[in-house]
T-cell receptor, first 111, second 115 residues
Framework: GDSVIQMQGQVTLSENDFLFINCTYS??????LFWYVQYSGEGPQLLLQ?????NKGSSRGFEATYDKGTTSFHLQKTSVQEIDSAVYYC??????????FGSGTKLTVEP | DAGVTQTPRHEVAEKGQTIILKCEPV?????LFWYRQTKIQGLELLSY????????DGGAFKDRFKAEMLNSSFSTLKIQPTEPKDSAVYLC?????????????FGSGTRLTVL
């Protein structure tokens, strides 16, 4: 069945470090892919989305590349800041409006 | 504009009790979702409504979990009877299918603890 895999459960970086979070997906269709971010005490919120394969999405300094060949959708940021500390979820939408989420990556950015 | 409102923020129940969680979606939204969030499993879909009709109910959750939409602006999630393994954060989300369809707006969640 459809699934989204995030292997990195936790990532700890220092300010101005480069961030790269890996996500792979499995589906028979043509999904739209998303990254959601969840700050402490809040629900997840949309960070960015990419509708078309082999395209990039960007928002607030974050960038994501949707690679249909490798069925991967990575999130990256050149220089992270302490305020970026949060949990990041990769998600996939294929049918209707239902999102299937990965297990999340907790990012901690130390000053 | 009000976002998604969930009540209560915290709920503590004894094993075997019945609990009801509430959700008010964003006004005008026609899709509503219930998700369960745990550290191990992440976000798992419990139920999905479109215009108050149940479109999908997470198969593994059918026996003790029941979501309803009494009207377009109110939904409940009933867990009966509760078990300690149900301890989690329950998130409600809504969106408008046909407009900005890709964005789900989440509430802040209800943290359920079952003793």
């Amino acid at each position: 069945g459809d699934s989204v895999i995030q292997m990195q459960g936790q990532v700890t970086l220092s300010e101005n470090d480069f961030l790269f979070i890996n996500c792979t997906y499995s589906t028979t269709g043509y999904p739209t892919l998303f990254w959601y971010v969840q700050y402490s005490g809040e629900g997840p919120q949309l960070l960015l989305q990419v509708t078309t394969a082999n395209n990039k999405g960007s928002s607030r300094g974050f960038e994501a590349t949707y690679d249909k060949g490798t069925t991967s959708f990575h999130l990256q940021k050149t220089s992270v800041q302490e305020i970026d500390s949060a949990v990041y979820y990769c998600a996939m939408r294929e049918n209707y409006n239902v999102l299937y989420f990965g297990s999340g990556t907790k990012l901690t950015v130390e000053p | 504009d009000a976002g998604v409102t969930q009540t209560p923020r915290h709920e503590v129940a004894e094993k075997g009790q019945t609990i009801i969680l509430k959700c008010e979606p964003v006004s005008g939204h026609n899709d509503l979702f219930w998700y369960r969030q745990t550290k191990i499993q992440g976000l798992e879909l419990l139920s999905y409504f479109r215009s108050k009709s149940l479109m999908e109910d997470g198969g593994a959750f059918k026996d003790r979990f029941k979501a309803e939409m009494l009207n377009s602006s109110f939904s409940t999630l009933k867990i009966q009877p509760t078990e300690p393994k149900d301890s989690a954060v329950y998130l409600c989300a809504s969106s408008f299918w046909g407009g900005d369809a890709e964005t789900l707006y989440f509430g802040s969640g209800t943290r359920l603890t079952v003793l």
